[in-house]
């Protein structure tokens, strides 16, 4: 089986694309993980200059470490409200300006009564946090691909669309 964090050219052309805006802008941007085990960090670290903005991430497998570390309420966490949490928490623990979040079922089971390739997004900057549900098919290996994409495509609109820091 294909390693899932692999770097493949269509993710890595939407890390490269937040790398531009986020030099051009001066954000500074953040992953908290669980489903993709840092898959998103890799691909951003691996980007140009991204000692420059990445100010890194936190792969929250663990349930203790999202309750934890990120400030997760203790509860479910294949939620919308986990994901929110969770890009909340590693912003303020980062004091990036972006950051991404994400949280689901890889599969081959269902969790939490969610069935395999639920996925949780949620982006956070300084005009709030939104999030959104997904249902991605495949095997495990193809759902942390489908996840990792889709982080990547809302942390690159997002910083696209908040313009440069103020100062």
Known sequence: MPDPAELND????????????ARSS???VAVAESLTSGAIASHLGASEASSEWFAGGV?????????????VAPGPVVTDSCARQMASG????????LAVAVTGVGGPDPEEGKP???????????????SEEFRFDGDPTEVVRA?????????????????????
């Open 90 to 97: 590693v912003a303020r623990l980062t004091s990036a300006d």
């Open 10 to 21: 269509e993710s890595m052309e939407v890390a490269a694309a937040i790398s531009r805006t």
């Open 59 to 71: 792969v929250a497998y663990a349930k203790k470490v999202k309750f934890d570390v990120l400030a």
């Open 116 to 130: 395999a390739g639920t996925v949780f997004i949620a982006v956070s900057s300084r005009t709030g946090v939104r």
């Open 26 to 28: 001066g954000h500074t």
């Open 147 to 167: 996840t990792t994409l889709e982080a990547l495509r809302m942390l690159a609109a997002e910083g696209a669309a908040l313009g440069p820091t103020a100062g």
